[in-house]
């Protein structure tokens, strides 16, 4: 043990992790760990908190589960957890990097660190440190915390991203070290919240203390491996994309063009969400289980979420999805000469009375023309009282919408939101809504089914489909069902 030359460099935690801990490659092969070029970056930089946006198969999670390794085996008395958003993605990483790690030691280093716990997700050392991986870890005591694909955990298990917050992040206190790493997963939940609360306070300048998450993100032209030397036809659209990062800055060689235009051929729509070119472009992907998800995209490509300006010569009709204790929800829009639907303008709000809606509705000005409200708005309050008979003591009228099939109506909403322009600031959190509006998710069968999702989501996006509904109303045609018949005769199709 003393004559072993590479022993007086142990002391040094950069030298141990760039040469003492061995991984499985791509090709399965064992290789000494050597940072790449992203793991490099964060270990040069790490904060005590971390989020990290990325692009798939970077090694993040490879790194993170080296460098909690090495904190556990150098540092007595250290509890560090790792979590998957699966029991099988948290068993293999803890079999294949975090054990494979360890029993890989060189062999006259192992036994310095004797095990006192070994099980199919725990290592727990004789010195008093131990690391272990799981889907919550409510109940442990870390110092060192990585969450792994925090925004799938957000999008299919929101309860569980729940408990994650709640419980596994308030188990590290202040000083001490968190890492939340994801690709990323539409443009709600924690890990959205937290990487855009992030990258805000980097645009402003804003100074980071210990306990604010510093934003790293990691785009696929990083990866030096995301090249090819095969020249690929570029189309003209490709063309135009590329000439977009470049005058943001991002100039990519023909080699990387070629790689990204290929790679788009299997991961098609999918390939924003994996292989993101900037964080914007990372969130606005399209995601699987969200209703609208591809047309939003189109929506935000087109230019069609742009600043709308009020059009004092038309009628601004309104579209409701009734709540008081709920959520209440109104889109604002006119239908311009063009026979284009321009929304104007979104208003939602819990515990907001109807005297206050009114209020709300003449402060902002418009010159109202249609009220479209849902079925409910005919049905009975406990005082034996309907929405429809409150509104008329203040004034207000509508027209009232007959039942309809939710899936037809979110497929309604599908074919006419190509007609639709948004203003980006006052329809910022209707467009959210809309984003983020899914399909139920069935743990049983692990896959969506074909039911909405009632969440924070399902307000704004249930008054989208009653305006889509309602625009045979406004147009002064006949029934939901003569709505594409009418529609095709305002715009001269």
């Known amino acids: 043990m003393k004559d072993h030359p590479e022993l007086k460099r ?7 992790i760039s040469h003492l801990y061995s991984i499985k ?19 040069d930089n790490f904060h005590n ?43 293999n990483i803890f079999v294949d990097k975090i054990k494979f790690a360890f029993d890989h030691l060189h062999p006259a280093i192992k036994p310095l660190f004797r095990t006192v716990g070994d099980s199919a997700k725990e290592l727990s050392f004789s010195h008093g440190s131990l690391i272990r991986v799981g889907t919550s870890l409510r109940s442990s005591t ?95 659209e490709k063309v135009e994309y590329f000439d977009k990062l470049e005058l943001q800055g991002i100039k990519l060689t023909f080699p990387q063009k070629w790689w990204y235009v290929k790679k788009e051929e299997t991961q098609r729509e999918d390939m924003l969400r994996e292989f993101p070119s ?13 209703w609208y998800s591809t047309q939003i995209k189109e929506l935000y490509e087109s230019g069609h979420v742009t600043q709308i300006s009020y059009d004092r010569a038309l009628p601004v009709h309104t579209a409701w999805d009734l709540g008081q204790a709920d959520a209440q929800s109104i889109w604002f829009f006119q239908i311009d000469r063009a026979g284009e639907i321009k929304i104007i303008d979104y208003f939602e709000k819990s515990d907001f009375s109807l005297d206050r809606t009114v209020e709300m509705l003449t402060q902002k000005g418009y010159a109202y023309g249609t009220h479209i409200w849902p079925s409910d708005a005919k049905a009975r309050d406990r005082a034996g009282i ?18 309809h099939s939710i899936l037809d109506g979110i497929n309604l909403v599908r074919t006419t939101m190509p007609r639709m322009w948004f203003d980006k600031n006052k329809c910022n959190d209707g467009l959210l809504a809309l984003s983020n ?43 939901m069902e003569d709505d594409a018949k009418a529609l095709r005769a305002y715009w001269g199709g």
């Open 386 to 403: 309907t929405f429809e008979q409150q509104a008329k003591e203040f004034n207000l009228h509508g027209v009232i919408l007959e039942q």
């Open 142 to 236: 870390l110092q060192f915390l990585h969450i792994s694909e925090m925004g799938k955990i957000c999008a299919k298990y929101p309860e569980k991203a729940r408990e994650i917050v709640t419980g596994a992040l308030n188990t590290v206190h202040k000083g001490q070290f968190i890492t939340i790493e994801s690709t990323a997963e539409g443009r709600e939940g924690t890990f959205y919240d937290m990487t855009n609360l992030a990258l805000e306070k980097i645009r402003n300048g804003e100074h980071f203390g210990e306990m604010d998450f510093y934003p790293f993100f990691f785009p696929w032209y990083d990866h030096p491996a995301y090249m090819l030397d095969e020249q690929q036809s570029l189309s003209q």
């Open 437 to 479: 509006y899914k399909k139920e998710w069935n743990t049983r069968i692990g896959g969506f089914t074909s039911k909405p999702r009632h969440d924070d989501a399902s307000h704004g996006a249930d008054a989208m489909r009653y305006l889509c509904s309602g625009l045979s109303k406004v147009l002064g045609t006949g029934t």
């Open 278 to 290: 900037t964080p914007e472009e990372a969130f606005m992907a399209s995601q699987e289980g969200n």
């Open 10 to 16: 142990l002391a040094s935690q950069s030298w141990r």
């Open 49 to 91: 908190c971390n989020i990290i946006l990325k692009a798939r198969q970077l090694g993040c999670t490879t790194l993170l589960c080296i460098y909690f390794l090495d904190q556990v085996l150098w540092t007595d008395n250290i509890q560090a957890g790792i979590i998957a958003h699966t029991l099988d993605d948290a068993q």
């Open 25 to 43: 490659n791509e090709l399965g092969k064992k290789v000494v760990f050597k940072p790449n070029p992203t793991q490099r970056i964060l270990l």
